[in-house]
């Protein structure tokens, strides 16, 4: 076993955790709220990491590149904790998964003249029909049985998707060598997009003090879950490191189905099947 392997499924389960615990407070409260909560924690969190971690100094170029994928973390956060509030765990995340790895490889194609592998390529290919699956109109086995309608949220997540696509990309411009500062004014930017979705109605801010501590955790796991990825990278193969991490919806899905009781239609199911091939064909291409 890699060294990398246990830092990198530490920062799965925090990434899936973190989805969970924002998704169901985002049926509480509104889903801006808590994402602008989660991400000034996490910004306090990642700056202090960011002091202690080693670099070769921040460069103009890499807090630029840090700033613009900000901007997608903190839209991407809002418009996933939205759907999570609104559809199905085990619909919405692995759809904002698809989308956020599928894209930034496209977009490396069409304006990098990057060259994917063919393992890169087959998950493209697997991803559309995976993505027309989980989002079609077709009811479930039941109906109704977890009172949420087939599609609910599915608009939302591909937007999500879109947002965090924007982020991957960006990010990915700023090179190692800046440490984690590109990854502080992601978080900084983050929130400076999240806050006038909410003071746009300063009353999306009250909620039960319970929801508004647990949302400030969803930005602390966050952070952990970043650590954990940056000690996993550093350490192991990075090829292994990011599949094992993309491997972080399996835990809203898993919870979806079995303890929020959510159910799918069989085209759905087989489209779940497909986004996670192609979730790791992605990976490893």
């Given amino acids: 076993m890699t060294a990398g392997v246990g830092p990198a499924l530490v920062s799965a389960v925090c990434f899936g955790l973190t989805d969970v615990f924002a ?15 989660g991400q000034v924690a996490g910004t306090a969190a990642v700056l202090a990491l ?24 903190g839209l991407g956060a809002a418009l996933l904790f939205r759907a999570m509030g609104r559809g199905r765990f ?4 692995p759809l904002t998964v698809v989308a956020g790895v599928a894209l ?15 393992w890169a390529w087959a998950g493209i290919a697997a991803s559309l ?7 079609g109109s077709g009811r479930t086995a ?6 949420l309608a087939p599609t609910a949220g599915v608009r939302t997540a591909l937007l999500a998707g879109v947002a965090f696509a924007l982020q991957y990309t960006a990010l990915a411009q ?4 800046a440490g984690l500062w590109p990854l502080a004014a992601n978080r900084i930017v983050s929130v400076l997009t999240i806050l006038p979705l909410v003071l746009a109605r300063p009353s999306r801010l009250r909620m039960p003090f319970a929801v508004a501590a647990g949302s400030a955790g969803t930005g602390l796991v966050s952070a952990a879950a970043i650590a954990s990825y940056a000690l996993a990278a550093g350490a192991g193969e990075l090829p292994v490191v990011v599949v094992l991490t993309s491997m972080y919806p399996a835990i809203p899905v898993l ?12 085209a759905q199911l087989a489209g779940l099947g497909g986004a996670a091939a192609a979730v790791v064909l992605i990976s490893v291409g």
């Fill in 23 to 37: 998704g169901l407070l985002s049926r509480r409260a509104h889903s801006a709220a808590v994402a602008l909560l």
């Fill in 50 to 73: 960011a002091v202690g971690a080693p670099s070769a100094g921040a460069e103009p170029s890499a807090l630029g590149w840090g700033a613009l994928s900000g901007v997608g973390t």
């Fill in 255 to 266: 919870l979806g189905l079995t303890a929020l009781r959510e159910r799918l239609s069989g």
């Fill in 174 to 177: 700023a090179g190692p060598a």
């Fill in 142 to 147: 039941d109906g109704t049985a977890d009172g």
């Fill in 129 to 135: 029909p995976a993505v027309w699956l989980m989002s």
């Fill in 90 to 93: 085990s619909v919405v995340v």
């Fill in 104 to 118: 930034p490889v496209l977009a490396g194609v069409l304006l990098l003249h990057d060259r994917p592998g063919v």
